[in-house]
């Protein structure tokens, strides 16, 4: 009985001591219980392929991410960027207008006045495109004005000098002094496509650092007879009164239009279909403007006009083309032989297939320079060559 009473007071020493030992052992390095250390940790964790390393990379990759997307979510980098050169543009403009006199006026005889005049206020909106201080911005925003005040975005307010106007195109350049000044990162409009998103900043109704936001709806609209020379660039963003002048950027911040026009919204008339021109015309004719004074052009002096491809078959013509609807006496044109009634079909020996094509690329060209008009006059084919003479500047004529 004692033998048998030792034995088992041993074992149960043994197995409190064997005990106590785990713990402490488990206590010392709890890793033991993942079972074989190092070989374990290298076995995919929770059944992921790439084990621990993978879940790691994934962790860290997921903040990148989230930055990504939310880059994408929202366009405040861009406005940021491009916002402070957009300038408030306030004009005052002396007008006279006819009054109607009263049944005892003629009492008065030639004392009576039947005019009085009036100071016309508008807004519009401007973009600064360099340091010097010049501002681009429509021309009908600043014509006929005897004061122009700008503000700019940060509430500096000074007084512009237009350095030149370009009515053919809506634009004109303003200059003002006031030290040091934000500028806008210019783009390119050669590059758009529709679908492409579109920011308009501007003063709409006097509420300063206003951006909508769209997309670019169409490019190269023209034919509205808005300007001489249209290539528009039609967008959803919203453009409303005081907007005139302002900022098209894209989602880089980037200037890719001036915004102009809007379709006529009167008696429930379309929404969202507005219109800016291009910044790689605005580009050209700021260009010209600052080393010229105003815009040099080709000129021929003919006045064009497309024709349907019903009225080109009856001539014996495969498609629709331009016929000159009028012509200045005197002109290049003129001297050179063509008429009203002519049908113009290549310049230089490349087809005109409308009007505006027409206008544009003779614009395009040096004074000076000699071009090949061909055409028809009646049934008979002509072939004229024509020194290209500098655009009469001023006026809102279309003839090329």
Do not use: C
């Not at 501002?135 to 000098?161: F, P, Y």
């Not at 580009?283 to 080109?312: C, D, F, K, Y």
Request: hydrophobic content about 45%; overall charge positive; charged content about 15%.
């Amino acid at each position: 009985m004692k033998t048998a009473r030792f034995l088992v007071k041993f074992l149960v020493r043994a197995v409190v001591l064997g005990l106590a030992a785990g713990f402490l052992i488990v206590w010392w390095k709890p890793s033991l219980l993942d079972g074989s250390g190092a070989t374990r940790r290298e076995q995919p964790a929770s059944g992921v392929p790439g084990g621990a390393a993978s879940v790691a990379a994934t962790a860290a990759a997921t903040p990148r991410a989230d930055a990504s997307m939310a880059r994408f979510m929202g366009f405040a980098d861009a406005v940021a960027r491009a916002a402070p050169a957009v300038v408030n543009i306030y004009t005052a403009r002396l007008v006279t207008e006819q009054t109607e006199a009263p049944p005892l006026a003629q009492l008065f005889g030639d004392f009576w006045p039947t005019y009085r005049r009036r100071v016309e206020r508008s807004l519009g909106s401007g973009v600064i495109v360099n340091g010097n201080g010049t501002i681009v911005t429509n021309h009908h925003v600043v014509a006929g004005a005897e004061s122009i005040m700008v503000q700019l975005a940060d509430g500096r307010t000074t007084e512009a000098k237009v350095v030149g106007e370009d009515p053919d195109t809506d634009l004109a350049v303003l200059r003002v002094s006031l030290g040091k000044l934000p500028v806008m990162p210019l783009g390119r409009s050669d590059t758009l496509r529709v679908g492409d998103i579109a920011l308009a900043i501007g003063d709409p109704y006097g509420l300063s650092q206003t951006v909508t936001q769209g997309i670019v709806s169409a490019t190269g609209r023209g034919q509205l007879g808005l300007a001489t020379f249209e290539n528009f660039i039609q967008t959803d963003a919203a453009i409303n009164p005081g907007n005139s002048g302002g900022a098209l950027i894209d989602a880089r911040g980037e200037l890719i239009g001036i915004n102009t026009a809007v379709l006529n919204r009167a008696y429930g008339g379309p929404e969202g279909i507005g219109f800016a021109i291009p910044v790689n015309l605005v580009r050209g004719v700021i260009r010209q403007i600052l080393e010229h004074g105003h815009v040099i052009r080709g000129w021929l002096g003919l006045s064009p006009q497309e024709i349907s491809n019903a009225q080109a078959a009856q001539l014996g013509m495969p498609s629709g083309g331009v016929t000159v609807v009028n012509i200045l006496v005197k002109s290049p044109a003129y001297e050179a032989g063509v008429r009203p009634g002519d049908l113009i079909t290549a310049l230089d020996g490349n087809p005109i297939t409308s009007a505006q094509e027409l206008v544009s690329r003779v614009a395009a060209l040096k004074p000076g320079t000699v071009v090949r008009l061909d055409g028809k006059h009646g049934l008979v084919p002509f072939s004229y060559r024509i020194a290209v003479i500098e655009r009469p500047t001023g006026g809102q004529s279309t003839h090329p």
